[in-house]
């Protein structure tokens, strides 16, 4: 190595500053907090929090659901963090969305062998099945959107999985925002229209991430 190229090197690196701590976590929570803050208020302005709230808080039906979203977005949150670095590990911490997937159904099950089958329709349609998943993804929206946004410059190792975990952080979170307004309370129904809102946001993810996080 020459002289003159080590003296570039030397003032190249002199002009480097440390990263501080944490900057890539911080810049991800900040993201996030802001769409959370604009889906809640989408929440309450546009679909209202449900007027027996106090009542469905003593109930088993909102802690099932909010459960079940606490859960993915507990698996999905670091996964999101994880995959959105460039030195990235494989996205196999996301199979872990088996298990709510898993302890969900059985519950599910549950409900199906202790109702008569003319009642089954309406233990996984309940009365709001057409919009449910729909409306779960237009608030998980605003938190894919910033989360992609933000993890644009940490230069993720696979693109499409970092969107992908991106999106199901946003729609995991969305729903526990969203159990403040919606009154289904089976498990049947959270199984299948609360996972398919969550899912179009975890699409969305995808197909997102190698557009908008490509370096």
Excluded: N
Excluded at 132 to 149: N, S
Excluded at 154 to 169: E, Q, S, V
Aim: include cysteine; hydrophobic fraction near 60%.
């Amino acid at each position: 190595m020459s002289a003159r190229t080590e003296q570039l090197i030397d003032q190249l690196s002199a002009e480097l500053t440390p990263t501080p701590a944490y900057a890539l976590e911080k810049r991800l929570a900040r993201a996030l907090l802001i769409g959370i803050m604009i889906s809640a208020l989408l929440t309450v302005a546009g679909l209202g929090i449900r007027h027996d709230l106090a009542a469905a808080l003593r109930g088993f039906a909102i802690w099932m659901k909010l459960s079940y979203a606490t859960a993915l977005a507990l698996i999905a949150l670091p996964a999101a963090f994880a995959l959105t670095r460039p030195d990235a590990p494989a996205p196999r911490r996301l199979l872990l969305t088996a298990l709510p997937l898993l302890a969900i159904a059985l519950l599910a099950i549950g409900e199906w062998t202790r109702m008569p089958p003319e009642g089954w329709a309406a233990l996984w349609l309940g009365k709001t099945w057409a919009v449910c998943p729909f409306l779960l993804f237009g608030l998980a929206l605003p938190i894919l959107l910033l989360l992609l946004r933000a993890a644009r410059r940490l230069a993720p190792a696979d693109p499409r999985a970092a969107g992908a975990a991106c999106g199901l952080t946003a729609g995991a979170i969305a729903t526990l925002i969203y159990c403040l307004h919606c009154p289904e309370s089976t498990a049947a129904f959270v199984l299948i229209w609360y996972s398919a809102g969550i899912g179009l946001s975890s699409l969305a993810g995808a197909l997102l991430g190698p557009r908008l996080l490509r370096w």
